[in-house]
């Protein structure tokens, strides 16, 4: 793994380009990004794999037992367009990928998202260079419809990590239950609210919400799509950045879209729209706050910006979701585990938690002396 960490960082301005041309990434931000947060990832689960521990039981009736800890098997991971190089290598909140489950033991099926595949390519070749074993870690460059619907139906494949929409995580589970009962996790798509409250600082909460809703282009899970200011400070207003304008006659761009005087149950304040559109709303109260944020299927993150630790701590404790974040717009840490709330999806992001959904724990018993010679009191 430490060599595979090292190669990368030789390649780091190639892998740079691939995923710019393929994914229109900034360079800038890829590097400071992507790349970072790929390699930490990396090398805390490089560090973790020696530290699997098993435990010894003292069990009942004189017995001695322990624990085995094994690696889940192989491991199908199906991954989406917008993060390719953080969702190969295992970074953002997708511990379930390559870095954990190599670590773990297990071999991978890695199916890279149609749009975005060249940095996967990449990665096979460099962990073939670092001594990865020939069949440990494959990467398969094809369409969700065939390929992602054969990996999530394979009776010899163990479990499957899947990074997605809500649409498509759907149609995978109910290939797993299908067929051959596998487990998986789901990581799926975001609609954050972001609660500006009164007294807030303007240009902070400008840059926030800013930050939080059109950071790679708008295409990010954890895009705050949902703001809502408190009334006074609404009326000050000073960021709508256009109108939704066309960019372009080819393909489907447009300028950063910001609607104002929407409703909850509007389907662009329901529904994700994985682009940069944002949607401005008006809240009165504390507790109508928490109401509205919380009216959401997503539990994935929100952000809070107050300058009232009252505020942040009752926010923080009321919202339904995994990370919060209050007067910042993002960062997650490798070592801090969280759990998808809602439809957003399950099992443990980071930490070494992550590493353990790779492995499945056995009990060994040992028959000791005194239960040998058949004295085992009851
Ligand atoms: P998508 O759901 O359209 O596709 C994701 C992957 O699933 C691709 O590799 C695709 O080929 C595959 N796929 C499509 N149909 C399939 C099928 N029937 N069976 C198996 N696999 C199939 O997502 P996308 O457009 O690539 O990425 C955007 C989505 O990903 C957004 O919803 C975004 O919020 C979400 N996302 C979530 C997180 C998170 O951590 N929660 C992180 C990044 C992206
Ligand atoms: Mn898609």
Redesign the pocket.
């Known amino acids: 793994m430490i060599k595979f960490i090292n190669l990368i960082q030789e390649k780091a301005e190639e892998i740079a380009a691939l995923d710019i041309v393929n994914g229109d990434k900034l360079f800038t931000i890829f590097k400071l990004i992507d790349m970072a947060t790929a390699s930490r990832t990396l090398r805390y689960y490089a560090g973790a794999a020696d530290k699997i521990h098993r435990i010894v039981l003292k069990l009942s009736k004189g017995l001695q037992g322990y624990t085995l800890r094994e690696p889940i098997g192989v491991v199908g991971s199906?991954?989406?367009?917008?993060?390719q190089t953080v969702?190969f290598r295992g970074g953002?909140?997708?511990f379930n990928l390559t870095a954990p489950a190599l670590d773990a033991g297990c071999t991978i099926i890695l199916?890279?998202?149609?749009?975005t595949h060249f940095s996967a390519l990449y990665y096979v070749h460099l962990a073939k260079l670092a001594g990865v074993p020939d069949g440990v870690l494959n990467v398969a460059n094809e369409?969700?419809?065939t390929t992602?619907?054969a990996?999530?139906s394979h009776m010899d494949i163990d479990k499957v990590t899947?990074?997605?929409?809500?649409?498509?995580?759907r149609?995978?589970m109910m290939?797993a239950t299908a067929s051959n009962l596998k487990p998986m996790s789901l990581?799926?798509?975001?609609k954050l609210p972001l609660l500006i409250f009164d007294h807030a600082d303007i240009d902070q909460a400008t840059y926030i919400a800013f930050r939080g809703m059109f950071f790679n282009k708008g295409?990010?899970?954890v895009e705050s799509s949902r703001v809502f200011v408190q009334e006074e400070r609404e009326d000050r207003r000073s960021y709508i950045v256009s109108r939704g304008n066309r960019v372009g006659q080819e393909g489907y761009y447009i300028e950063p879209t910001i609607f104002v005087d929407v409703k909850d149950d509007m389907t662009i304040t329901k529904e994700?729209i994985?682009g940069p559109v944002m949607s401005l709303m008006k809240f009165k109260t504390l507790e109508e706050a928490i109401k509205r944020a919380n009216n959401t299927t997503y539990g994935?993150a929100a952000r809070i910006i107050t300058k009232n630790l009252n505020v942040a701590n009752s926010v923080s404790r009321s919202i339904r979701a995994s990370v919060i974040w209050i007067n910042f717009y993002t960062v997650f840490d490798v070592d801090c585990p969280c759990r998808?709330y809602k439809m957003?999806?399950f099992e443990r992001n980071y930490g070494l938690e992550a590493l353990n959904q790779h492995l499945q724990t056995k009990f060994s018993l040992v028959l000791d002396l005194i239960s040998v010679n058949g004295i085992i009191s009851t």
Do not use: D, W
């Open positions: 199906i991954i989406p367009r917008n993060f969702m953002s909140r997708n199916k890279s998202a149609e749009q369409y969700g419809h992602g619907a990996i999530s899947f990074t997605g929409s809500i649409e498509v995580g149609k995978i290939a990581e799926l798509g975001g295409e990010h899970c994700e994985f994935l998808e957003n999806g």
